[in-house]
């Protein structure tokens, strides 16, 4: 049986909560983590409609990417949307999960999707985060009876998350050294005696990793080094995670003309409009970003996008590409919807193929078009 921490674990090494953005309020937002998983209905929102299909199909767990709760609450009385949901969560003992932003900044998250759908290829993050990377130096003893040291703390490393660069894994640097050290009283060295000035080779090992790993890595550190007293250096990193951050950039297979590419757009999403600028060039290149997105139209003009497809997109937004490349809203429902497939194909791959997951019938797009 499952729990919602194992669901909340499963999903947060998918889509990590560091990577959500500052503003955001991903993860559990209701629920004993230790309660066992009947069901779980997947739903973009949750709102108290989806809380009460949940109980009706027993589920007594919401999976939704928008978060009900992004402010603290000081009362709950029932007021509003948000009150109303989690007290009929609370009241029915259903969980509510929300994987945000954290879902949309990861290399397979929604936008990943989403481009999938439309077909596109050699797709890259189209605004890498930094700061979420840092590098590791450690010491390793290179004596000859220290013979596969070196390899078995890299593998350590490695399994804890360590040495992940773009598409490439156990990536590492080594340089020969000579260390020195004179263990003090009361210690109890691998290598020495205390108070005797001791000078050997070492190697001296480099691997990057991701911030939120950092406790991990260096738990595995120590279990795998042999001294008594681990010597490491941790620094921060300016880099760009390439596999985190907002948006996507990616190739049509076949240019299309304007037209073609937002009947494209029509047909995958099943819109019957979309919102759009003017732009003279066929469409090759395709940046996108799932919900509120025009925040990054520079980006995808700087990436040499032909088109940007978003949502959300304010009048005076529109201007901003100024002819250079085709700016398309989408709706913000429409261009989220296919985030419960990522869900449904997450959970089914952790918890076996005979995982309960039900797609909420309840249409939460607040959305309608008259045309
Ligand atoms: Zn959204």
Same mark, same amino acid.
């Given at each position: 049986?499952? /729990? ?8 947060? *090494? ?13 993860? &559990? ?15 973009? @929102? ?41 007290? *009929? ?14 879902? @949309? ?14 077909? $596109? ?10 700061? %979420? ?41 080594? /340089? ?10 009361? %210690? ?10 001791? %000078?050997?080779?070492?190697?001296? &090992? ?12 260096? *738990? ?13 250096? $941790? ?28 009947? &494209? ?59 250079? $490349? ?22 089914? *791959?952790?918890?076996?193929? /005979? ?8 249409? %939460? ?7």
């Amino acid at each position: 049986m499952k /729990t919602v921490r194992d669901l909340a674990q499963l999903l947060e *090494a998918a889509a990590p909560l560091a990577y959500q953005e500052s503003y955001d309020n991903a993860g &559990l937002q209701c629920g004993l983590p230790e309660a066992e998983i009947t069901s779980v209905l997947v739903s973009l @929102d949750c709102t108290p409609a989806v809380v009460a299909e949940a109980v009706r199909r027993g589920c007594n767990v919401v999976l939704c990417h928008h978060p009900v709760i992004f402010r603290p609450l000081k009362r709950l009385t029932g007021k509003g949307l948000v009150e109303q949901t989690i007290m *009929a969560a609370l009241k029915n003992d259903v969980a509510i999960y929300a994987a945000h932003t954290n879902l @949309d900044n990861v290399r397979a998250g929604v936008n990943a999707r989403l481009a999938a759908k439309l077909g $596109l290829v050699n797709t890259r993050i189209l605004a890498p985060q930094t700061g %979420t990377l840092a590098r590791l130096s450690t010491y390793v003893p290179a004596r000859p009876a220290d013979a596969g040291l070196p390899e078995r703390v890299l593998a350590a490393l490695y399994a804890a998350g360590a040495g992940r660069v773009g598409d490439y894994r156990d990536c590492s640097f080594q /340089t020969p050294g000579t260390g020195s050290f004179t263990p003090g009283d009361g %210690t109890r060295p691998a290598i020495g005696a205390q108070n005797q000035p001791e %000078t050997l080779a070492e190697i001296k &090992l480099e691997v990057v990793l991701p911030l939120h790993r950092q406790a991990a890595v260096l *738990a595995a550190l120590r279990q795998a080094h042999p001294y008594e007293e681990v010597a490491y250096e $941790l620094v921060r990193l300016e880099n760009q995670h390439q596999d985190v951050g907002a948006g996507l950039v990616g190739e049509l297979p076949a240019p299309l003309a304007p037209a073609a590419f937002r009947q &494209l757009l029509k047909a995958t999403l099943g819109v019957p409009l979309v919102r759009h600028t003017a732009f003279a060039g066929d469409i090759r290149k395709v940046a996108l970003c799932g919900g509120a997105g025009s925040f990054l139209t520079s980006a995808a003009v700087a990436a040499g996008a032909d088109a940007f497809v978003t949502s959300d997109v304010k009048y005076h937004e529109f201007f901003a590409p100024e002819g250079r $490349l085709l700016l398309c809203d989408v709706g913000h429902f429409e261009s989220e919807q296919f985030t419960g497939e990522i869900f449904r194909d997450l959970l089914l *791959a952790g918890f076996g193929r /005979t995982f309960a997951v039900l797609f909420a019938k309840t249409s %939460t797009n607040p959305v309608h078009y008259d045309c």
